[in-house]
């Protein structure tokens, strides 16, 4: 258990991790995904993220320490984090390294935190070449917005098909994620 000023706050709610009424983080501490909103979008992406395991793509996630503002209640939050995604696939002998930040927003409810709602914003993405130089269709990869263009034509390279676009820094999408995000914790603080 690690306590939650060490770590500012918990992160890995799409896991399932949370944080008890002690105040510390605890892996064993799960959220009931039959019960809790999203559940079929978290299933989906722990049954694709077991599939990427068993795949030639590899992926870290660096992720840092959120900027949290919180209603005036305290049982509402919207967080921003920053994460580096640094992506491999062996066969294809081709990475990448991407930034981008999660826009979530939280709730406190029965005494422990809650994602509800997580959006990612692409900052930049850039390929890595582990062994050495390797073409690259400059087509295939211009089929996605550049913030992420390398992550999106790795992961298609690796049979994990990328079917929707995702905001991008200063892009329209991003302003209305952070829009509506902030409408809806002035909602909360209303309460």
């Given at each position: 258990?690690l306590p ?103 709730e406190k ?83």
């Amino acid at each position: 258990m690690l306590p939650i000023d060490s770590i500012a706050f918990i992160r890995a709610g799409s896991t399932g991790t949370s944080v008890n009424g002690t105040g510390y983080a605890t892996s064993s501490t799960r959220t009931d995904a039959s019960r809790s909103p999203g559940s079929r979008a978290r299933h989906e992406f722990v049954d694709a993220s077991a599939r990427m395991g068993a795949s030639d793509f590899r992926t870290k996630h660096l992720i840092t320490a959120p900027v949290v503002t919180f209603s005036d209640d305290g049982a509402r939050a919207v967080s921003e984090t920053s994460a580096v995604v640094i992506g491999e696939n062996i066969r294809l002998q081709l990475g990448c390294n991407g930034h981008n930040r999660f826009v979530d927003r939280l709730e406190k409810r029965d005494g422990a935190w809650r994602i509800l709602d997580r959006k990612s914003v692409y900052d930049f993405a850039t390929f890595t070449f582990p062994a050495g130089i390797v073409d690259i269709d400059a087509t295939a990869v211009s089929r996605f917005p550049r913030a992420y263009a390398a992550l999106a034509h790795l992961l298609e390279k690796s049979g994990f098909p990328v079917r929707r676009i995702f905001a991008t820094k200063g892009s329209d999408l991003e302003r209305d994620i952070k829009q509506t995000a902030f409408a809806w914790l002035r909602e909360g603080k209303q309460a």
